[in-house]
């Protein structure tokens, strides 16, 4: 079976401050994908980042990045520079390839900007 | 605009009338699935869909149908809803194989049950 875990319902954190999500997932496949979703409150459904499992580098895309640790199944996401807009929901999630590409989503952090 | 298109965007209805939640994408995607959003439990998948015709049980199909007769729709049916049911439903689609792994969701259905 495959699980996802966002350990942290709620966090906050200042304006322009840096703050990280963590995720843990357990699985035996070692052909998969990680990623980050935000939901706001529109909630729409928005891709932030996505790691590829095979990849040691860790990924990045402007202020979000990843710390990948394969060996102790991590996903953790970093938001530097927070702004307003990064107030959501985030999802961890992990998918197995070639099973309809289904998604293993986490149960969420709820990020709260504060101005 | 590429796009996956949910209808309606919020429904009230009575337990036991049968209903239809429409999902479209306009991307030619072969992978279609429906999620259902719940608070303390994430996305959990419904069914799922790998081409036309093509569908399997995701991880919570209980209660729910679907069909795949065209490769741009993928509707969700609840023949005999049940206040349990209550929840905020997300339809997705993606192309298989490893380089395109994103999925696109769509812009999710309020359902409430009474």
């Known amino acids: 079976a495959q699980t996802v875990t966002q350990s942290q319902p709620e966090m906050s954190v200042q304006e322009a401050e840096t703050v990280t999500l963590s995720c843990t997932y357990d699985?035996?496949?070692?052909?998969?994908?990680l990623f980050w979703y935000k939901q706001p409150p529109s909630r729409q459904m928005i891709l932030v980042i996505r790691?590829?499992?095979?990849?040691?580098q860790n990924a990045t895309e402007n202020r979000f990045s990843v710390n990948f640790q394969k060996a102790a199944k991590s996903f953790s996401l970093k938001i530097s520079d927070s702004q307003l807009g990064d107030t959501a929901m985030y999802f961890c999630?992990?998918?197995?390839?070639?099973?309809?590409?289904?998604?293993?989503f986490g149960t969420g952090t709820s990020l709260t900007v504060i101005p | 605009e590429a796009q996956v298109t949910q209808n309606p965007r919020y429904l009230i209805t009575v337990t036991g009338k049968k209903l239809t939640v429409t999902c479209s994408q306009n991307?030619?995607?072969?992978?279609m699935s429906w999620y259902r959003q719940d608070p303390g439990l994430g996305l959990r998948q419904i069914y799922y869909?790998?081409?036309?015709?093509?569908?399997d049980k995701g991880d919570v199909p209980e209660g729910y149908k679907v069909s795949r007769k065209e490769k741009r729709n993928f509707p969700l049916i609840l023949e005999s809803p049940s206040p349990n049911q209550t929840s905020l439903y997300f339809c997705?689609?993606?192309?298989?194989?490893?380089?395109?792994?994103?999925?696109?969701f769509g812009q999710g259905t309020r359902l409430t049950v009474v």
């Open positions: 999630a992990f998918i197995r390839l070639n099973t309809g590409n289904q998604f293993y």
């Open positions: 991307m030619n995607h072969e992978y």
């Open positions: 869909s790998m081409n036309v015709e093509v569908t």
């Open positions: 997705a689609s993606s192309l298989p194989g490893a380089m395109n792994t994103e999925a696109f």
């Open positions: 790691q590829e499992a095979y990849k040691q």
């Open positions: 699985t035996s496949e070692n052909n998969y994908y």
